[in-house]
């Protein structure tokens, strides 16, 4: 229970981040919002780390480091721009679709064999994201999904370098220089077109900072005393911390497409999530690191 409960703090710590990036991101430029995010997150680090130690800060793949910057960048500012003009619930439902893209880059890059059950929940959980969407036949297609789903896309490929490296570097190297590196490849965009925080602005930004930084560390504490695969039921709370957010701090009500599209996402990942933990593998774990 207290695995589930430091999970269940997570994902609400996950929507405290995401209903920040949506204020900050109807403000001010995706890219300043990303590198606001990654400044503040890397300098709340660094006074753990340097207590920790010295050793908390050495890595064998600088250029690794490089690359995964490189992709995070792209992810957070996709994710910017989607949640700037969608409504939180429909970001989260897109998200979910991230076990299921990394399924098939991991047939791709990583050669794993990919049995018909794990394609059959693959094809069902894109048809719910499609209904998501608001198809063409409903009500006209939303085409802020695209980057939401070029954004999970994005955290995949993080998923199968974390699978080739994670063990090899460690866990502060992985989040530090992932972080560090987003921060400089925004930088140089975001200070050019900066727009002048405010007050308010300011004390979100460092928020958001800081609640990246709590939801690994919450996530962090849960996978010590649960299982990754144990958590997949629970995750579907982070559609419901979505709609209640969305409707407190933005006004935003749930609308059918999305209803309809969560009906048909929820079990393919909730049985993909069951198949895999009884194969005694799969991307759960990967999937819950790519997001820190």
Known sequence: ?????WFLLSLLACQANDAAMKWLSLRFDPIQTTFMR???AVLLMLPCMAAVGAKTFQTK????????G?????????WCVGLAHTQLSMAVLIGFSMPLI????????????????????TAVGFVGIAFAANPPWIC??????????????????????????????????MIFYGSLWTAVFSAYPAISNWTRPDMNGWILAISLGASANLL?????????????????????????????????????????PTLVGASIVFPATLALA???????????????HSCC
């Open 38 to 40: 990654f400044s503040f």
């Open 216 to 256: 690994l560390f919450c996530l962090m504490r849960a996978l010590r005393l649960i299982e990754a695969s144990a958590t997949a039921p629970y995750r579907n709370v982070e559609f419901l911390f979505s709609i209640a957010v969305g409707y407190v701090f933005f006004g935003e009500k749930i609308d059918r």
């Open 61 to 68: 793949r600088p250029l690794l480091h490089f690359f995964r």
């Open 274 to 288: 069951i198949y895999e933990s009884r194969r005694g593998g799969g991307p759960e774990t990967e999937h819950f």
């Open 102 to 121: 990394l399924l098939v880059l991991a047939r791709v890059f990583l050669g794993e064999r990919i049995s018909r059950w794990r394609w059959l929940a």
């Open 1 to 5: 229970m207290r695995g589930v409960l």
């Open 70 to 78: 490189a992709i995070l960048f792209a992810a957070t500012v996709c």
């Open 140 to 173: 006209g297609f939303n085409f802020y999904a695209i980057p939401l789903l070029l954004s999970a896309t994005c955290f995949a490929i993080l998923d199968i370098l974390n699978r080739r490296y994670a063990t090899k570097e460690s866990l502060w190297a």
